[in-house]
């Protein structure tokens, strides 16, 4: 069996992009929620041959510590019963720094789903910090330096 989980990680952004539909009032998925989720793919494990997980969120590098957990979990999980794990995040990618990406990458995400809004000054405009400051700068550069990991993944 191949099993595909979306798991929204936190509901907060660090982002206020003009577009968005979110009203930011659930913070981090709870350790209740966290440790249901480790229970039923331990018990789905036997069956598996396939765990896809993607990460979502608001904002998912704000709850890094979450999917660090549930990742090193799914990790364990997939050795004991023996299937294969990987997993996907949608990111603005304005954490994901070289030493995050390389962390994620250990933990099996192999996918990053990253949106720009167009040319610099068209996406300032849109996909603003909280503070109001734009991002695309930050965002590109974190993309650049992607490209000199060593490791094999889709952005």
Request: proline share 2%; net charge neutral; aromatic share 12%.
């Amino acid at each position: 069996m191949v099993k595909t989980l979306i798991f929204l990680v936190t509901e907060q952004c660090n982002f206020r992009c003009t577009y968005c539909y979110e009203n930011f009032e659930k913070g981090k998925m709870s350790d209740d929620v966290i440790e249901g989720v480790i229970k039923y793919v331990e018990k789905r494990g036997p069956q598996l041959k396939n765990l896809n997980v993607h990460w979502f969120g608001g904002e998912p590098l704000l709850a890094l510590d979450v999917i660090e957990k549930l990742s090193n979990q799914f990790l364990l999980l997939s050795e004991k019963y023996n299937f294969k794990f990987r997993a996907g995040i949608t990111t603005n990618g304005f954490l994901l720094n070289s030493d995050t990406a390389t962390k994620l990458l250990k933990l099996g995400v192999d996918n990053f789903q990253i949106t720009i809004d167009g040319p610099e000054h068209i996406h300032d405009q849109t996909r603003k910090l909280v503070g109001g400051q734009g991002t695309f700068k930050r965002i590109f550069n974190n993309l650049k330096n992607l490209s000199y990991l060593e490791y094999d993944f889709q952005v």
